[in-house]
Structures are given as structure tokens and as C-alpha cells.
């Protein structure tokens, strides 16, 4: 039975913890505030409200992603209402992650269908769950895993279980009257009061832009900024010079957007993206203000059955070769931190880069880690990186992206969390990322819906949270 418009209200907020917590059946945004206040005080008063924390329904359906693939959503109906999840999808995907279930019909989306996946949450995950207590969310997390039965998800599929698992995490938020960045501080055991330092992909290169051999990602991070509005202004602004620059220099070939919202230009050289991007900061009037943060995503340039070697356009590196040529941008531009530097296990290549440049800048883990505590542990053994991309969809449970984080504290490390190349109108990251206190997100170009979903939570939140609000800027590492 479809459900009622005015349940589904709080569909729309999904996207919005604040109108997912303050009020949950939709209504006019009007009378939010008067709702919000009377509910906060009605629950916190009231225990039998308990009642409201069980599942009544899960239901998941095939919808598209910002590619135009299919992917998973979610919605997960409590006494509060309606609460729905959409599952992020990569490209540069590491080996190691947990599966993503796709149906492999070549004649149906290109074999990219989740219909499989969908109907694992319809037909078994569902009756399971059903009368679970959303506010158990290791124990709703831990109940999937278990009747998954495998280590890797590879039976209902990580993109079914994480979609239930988000789910649930906001219906959680929402019965317990707080938005659900507070909520997930709760969960974690952290303050919820830091806005992150952005990573912004304003130039994009390999898989997201259709090219081979290539750096990935070229990000902006304004570590100058005071506030998190004024760093993605300061992004915004750069990131409008910078189109302008592009357009006089190459021409309009050159303004075509990849995946993540950045600019394709026909520049193959990783030092003249960068000279550019660091112009374009001066011309924006920021210089000393923003930082650069790289994600070569380098297991796609490494060819392992051929002896193992790296390769950059037509040149070939070896992983001490890499180093170096790392090193060498480290000394030209204001580079912070570099992700899969090396590839995913090219373990020495990561132990040797993090000697070198770990004292100086953030050794970050995409690939080697997966959001897997079993590598994290590895790699805090072999001291391989300094710090962890933390994505959901790669382990595919909140608990178990909780677990990731806080074992990356332990070890001393940094925390971003991350976007996939594929995304949706889902804003969950960006409440996760204030949650666990990161300091660190990375969501793409401020341009494009799916990207800004996530950057306009953060703004959002920054205006609920007032003067309670951090922004690390130059310590966004912790
Ligand atoms: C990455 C991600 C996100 P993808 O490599 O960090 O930018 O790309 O989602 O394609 O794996
Ligand atoms: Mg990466």
C-alpha cells in the first residue's frame, strides 16, 4: 500500500537532518520550530516513545545515481514516518571493497542493474528487520551481516544492507528529536561540533574523465578559511576564476565538467593543473589561504603483472620513483595531503612514501584501507599512511564506518570522510562527517546538485550548531 503524502513529507527531508529530526511527518517548514520544540520536550520526557523506534516497513526500488546508473534506495518506515537512504557508487573502485551487487544482465543498463540487490532488502532483509529497534544500530547492522553470512556482503550485497543501515540511522535520529549529525556523535562517541575542511575536486582526470594514466583528483582545501561558509565561498569563487582561465587558455573544450563537477581541460601535465589551480587562488584573491590535497588514485595506474611499475602519461616510475615525484610537488605547491599516492597493495611503495612524506603531510589511504578495520590495522602495523578516506559504501554499515574512524584515531591518524564518484541527492555524508568530528570531507566541485547536497547540509548544520561550531582549518587533521 503506498503510504500517505503527509507521512511521506519527511521523504523530501531527507536529505536535511534538521527537518528529518524537528519534523518528521513533513508538515509546513512553517510550523518547524513550534514542532520541533514540542516534540523535543514531549520525547525526552516521555520513555514509552520507545515504541516509536521500531521498524514497521523497509522498501527498496532501483533509482539513478549523478552517472545515470542504477543504484539503491531505501525507505525505512518508523511510527515517525518515512526515512529514506540512497546508495553512493564508485568508479575507481578498490579490489578490496565490499561488494557492490549488480544484476550482470548486459542488455539491462549495461549489466549495472541492482534489481538483485533490491530484492535482497525486499524479500529477505525486510521481514527480518521488521520490529527492530532503530536506535540498536550496531545490533540492526550486526543482525544484516550475520544473515548476509559472508565476510565481504558479496550474498545481499553492500549496497542493500548499507541503504538499510542509513535508513535507520536517520528514523534513529529523528525518534530521539535531534538532527542526525548529533545523533551519530552519540552513536560514535564523538562531540558533533566540527565542520569539515572541504576537499574540492576542481579538476578532474582518470576514470572520472574519461582518460587513462592520469591524476585523479586535483582538490582545493581552504585551510585559511575561518568558517566553513567562508571556505566554500573561498572555493566557489576559485573555482569560477579558475573556469574563466581555462576557457580563455584552451577554450570552451576545456569548461566541460567530470564526474565530481570539475573541469576536464586538455592539460595532461599534473605541474600545469596545478601552476593553474594555484593562479587562479591568487587571482581570487585567497593566495596563502587555500591548500591542495591529490587523489592520484594510482591502483589504476599501476601495472602489477608487468613487474609492478607506475605510469603517468607516456613515463614509467617505479614506487620509489613516485615518491620523488611527490616529493618534488610537495616543495613546489602547497600540497597537504595526497591520497593512494601508491596503489592498494603496493604496501612497501605506502610504507616508504609515508617515511618520507608522512612527517610533512597527510598519507591517506582510499584503496589500501576500504573503510576496513582489518587493513586499517595492517597498515597502522607496517606504518603505510597517516590517515583514513572514510566511505560507507565500501564496508557498508554505519557501525562498521563508525568502527574505521575511531580505530584511525587510535592510531593517531586523520579522517576524511568521502563522496563516491557516482552519487545522489543523499546528504548522509555530510551529517556523518560533523558526527564523527572528522575535519575533513571530501564531496567533489561546488557545482552539480549531488555534490552541493552534501556541501549545503554542511552549511546548514554549521548555521544550527551557531557558535558551538569548529572549523580546524590548518588542523583539520585533529
Ligand atoms: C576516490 C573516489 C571518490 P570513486 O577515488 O576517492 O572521489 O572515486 O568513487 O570513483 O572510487
Ligand atoms: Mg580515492
Given at each position: 500500500m503506498a503510504p500517505n503524502t503527509k507521512s511521506f513529507g519527511s521523504l523530501i527531508d531527507v536529505s536535511s537532518s534538521i527537518l528529518t529530526s524537528g519534523n518528521p511527518r513533513g508538515g509546513p517548514v512553517s510550523n518547524l520550530k513550534k514542532h520541533r520544540f514540542k516534540r523535543k520536550k514531549t520525547h525526552i520526557k516521555n520513555p514509552k516513545r520507545r515504541v516509536n523506534m521500531k521498524i514497521k516497513s523497509v522498501k527498496a526500488r532501483q533509482v539513478l545515481d549523478s552517472r545515470g546508473n542504477p543504484t539503491v534506495e531505501v525507505d525505512l518506515e518508523t511510527a515517525e514516518g518515512f526515512f529514506r537512504s540512497m546508495v553512493p557508487s564508485g568508479a575507481s573502485t578498490g579490489t578490496h571493497e565490499a561488494v557492490e551487487l549488480r544484476d550482470g544482465n548486459k542488455r539491462v543498463y549495461n549489466g549495472k542493474g541492482v534489481l538483485k540487490a533490491v530484492g535482497n532488502v525486499n524479500n529477505k532483509i525486510a521481514k527480518k528487520v521488521k520490529g527492530f529497534d532503530v536506535t540498536d544500530q550496531s545490533g540492526l547492522d550486526k543482525l544484516m551481516c550475520k544473515l548476509d553470512g559472508t565476510a565481504n556482503k558479496g550474498n545481499f550485497g553492500a549496497n542493500a544492507i548499507l541503504g538499510v543501515s542509513m535508513a535507520a540511522c536517520k528514523a534513529a535520529s529523528a525518534s530521539k528529536g535531534i538532527p542526525l549529525y548529533s545523533y551519530i556523535a552519540k552513536l560514535s562517541g564523538h562531540k558533533g561540533v566540527k565542520l569539515p575542511v572541504p576537499q574540492l575536486n576542481v579538476i578532474n582526470g582518470g576514470k572520472h574523465a574519461g582518460?587513462?594514466?592520469?591524476?585523479q583528483e586535483n582538490m582545493y582545501m581552504p585551510t585559511g578559511a575561518k568558517s566553513f561558509s567562508e571556505a566554500i565561498r573561498m572555493g566557489a569563487e576559485t573555482y569560477h576564476v579558475l573556469r574563466k582561465m581555462l576557457k580563455n587558455k584552451y577554450g570552451v573544450h576545456a569548461i566541460h565538467l567530470g564526474d565530481e563537477g570539475g573541469f576536464v581541460p586538455p592539460i595532461d601535465t599534473p605541474q600545469e593543473r596545478l601552476e593553474l589551480m594555484i593562479k587562479a587562488v591568487g587571482e581570487a584573491g585567497y593566495s596563502g589561504k587555500m591548500s591542495i590535497a591529490l587523489d592520484p588514485a594510482s591502483s589504476e595506474f599501476y601495472y602489477k603483472d608487468k613487474g609492478g611499475y607506475y605510469m603517468i602519461g607516456e613515463k614509467k616510475y617505479s614506487s620509489a620513483d613516485m615518491v620523488d615525484f611527490y616529493a618534488d610537488l610537495v616543495k613546489t605547491f602547497p600540497i597537504v595531503s595526497i591520497e593512494d599516492g601508491m596503489a592498494e597493495d603496493d604496501w612497501e611503495g605506502w610504507t616508504l612514501m609515508t617515511k618520507k612524506l608522512g612527517g610533512k603531510i597527510q598519507i591517506t589511504g582510499d584503496d589500501l584501507l576500504v573503510t576496513n578495520v582489518e587493513r586499517i590495522k595492517t597498515a597502522a602495523q607496517k606504518k603505510a599512511c597517516n590517515a583514513l578516506l572514510l566511505k560507507?559504501?565500501?564496508?557498508?554499515s554505519v557501525t562498521e564506518s563508525i568502527d574505521a574512524a575511531n580505530m584511525s584515531y587510535k592510531n593517531g591518524w586523520g579522517v576524511t570522510v568521502s563522496h563516491r564518484s557516482g552519487e545522489t541527492e543523499d546528504s548522509f555524508i555530510a551529517d556523518i562527517a560533523v558526527g564523527l568530528d572528522t575535519g575533513q570531507i571530501k564531496t567533489g566541485a561546488p557545482a552539480r546538485s549531488e555534490r552541493l547536497a552534501k556541501y549545503n547540509q554542511l552549511l546548514r548544520i554549521e548555521e544550527q550548531l551557531g557558535k558551538k561550531a569548529i572549523y580546524p582549518g590548518k588542523k583539520f587533521r585533529g
Open positions: 582518460k587513462e594514466n592520469d591524476i560507507v559504501n565500501q564496508i557498508g
